[in-house]
């Protein structure tokens, strides 16, 4: 019996293996070409990777109003556009939190951070979470950025900004700022993925 | 007087009138400190929920933890806080409000690229996360938010 009761739990462990990797493999990998999408953004247009003009890339980063590491990052945020959109390289922040399971992360709160916070890069509203189901974001912060290999935007880089989110003068790998000048020289990326502890996802519930 | 204090305190905490603060103290650990935790020999299954004070859904999930817990010999239950270890004051205050009587303990490292992966390859690094030690070593890992049933069913498959 103990034997039975062991095989089924090794069937059991094996299949709920084999999900995870199934999860997984469902978002991006590195190489892989990013699909581009139109979503409205805080400022009452849409963005989208090809009506980004004159961009070699973009810096995706999969957002919200509520979760701490985004706060002690925002300001990051809107330095790092300032300082790579003109090399063309804009951010684009995009929240997909179900604005039910976080009355926070609503479109209205969007609007009101944006204003906040003066963000200079658009923010944008993933209302059916298509986009980061596509992507396979799975916290926020989660960073993906692109490179335009002519009409591609191929996935260059997936994780985390940098490696101190509490202190920014702290900060030993600038994870994304490494990516970007490997990325900018044609050179290969050295860390292609990274993680970092975030906030869930908060996925709309089936009615 | 201070003598008479001190003894006064030693009787009343022998009587049981001031309840031991033993569990409602604060360790900050590093991330070789959690690992040789996570390596500890023990008869008993071992969960270690990740966990923050501002998680909304780590909040909801741990009195499911605490009564799977309370209600089986056979568990031990260590909450590993991801809180900001500049204010452990936030995580102290919450232990007392919510009257956790499991271990806590705030893993103080934010070179979190470094070591998630040692916790579990499939760790996205979303919080709230699970990891379960049996007492053979053998792990389980689980990233999310769970039910109590849930939590019940993965503990069943565990023994």
Known sequence: ?207 | MKLIISSLVTLLLSFGFISDQSNKELQLISFPEFEEMTNEKSDKIRIFNFWATWCAPCVKEMPYFQKVKDEDPKLDLIFISMDDGRKPERVTTFMERRNVSSPVYLLNDVDYNKWIDKVDPSWSGAIPATLFVKPDGSRFFHEGEVTEEELKEMIKQLK
Request: aromatic share 12%; proline share 3%.
């Open chain 1, 1 to 207: 019996m103990k034997k039975i009761g062991l095989f089924l739990f090794s069937v059991l462990f094996l299949a709920a293996q084999e999900f995870v990797q199934a999860q997984d493999s469902q978002g991006y990998k590195i190489g892989d070409n990013a699909k581009d999408f139109s979503l409205k953004t805080t400022d009452g247009s849409t963005v989208s990777l090809t009506g980004l003009d004159g961009a070699k890339g973009a810096i995706v980063i999969f957002s919200c109003n509520t979760c701490p590491y985004v706060v002690a990052y925002e300001d990051r945020m809107i330095e790092l556009h300032n300082k790579y959109a003109s090399q063309g390289y804009p951010v684009i922040a995009i929240n997909s939190n179900d604005a039910k399971a976080s009355p926070g992360d609503s479109f209205e709160k969007m609007q009101e951070r944006a204003k906040d916070k003066g963000f200079t890069f658009p923010y944008a509203y993933d209302e059916s979470q298509e986009v980061i189901k596509t992507y396979g974001g799975t916290r926020t912060p989660h960073v993906y950025l692109l490179h335009k290999e002519g009409n591609d935007f191929k996935v260059k880089y997936i994780g985390a900004i940098d490696n101190n989110y509490q202190d920014a003068s702290a900060v030993t790998e600038r994870y994304v700022e490494e990516a970007l000048a490997a990325v900018m020289n044609g050179q290969p990326v050295a860390n292609q993925t990274t993680k970092a502890i975030g906030c869930t996802i908060k996925w709309t519930k089936a009615e």
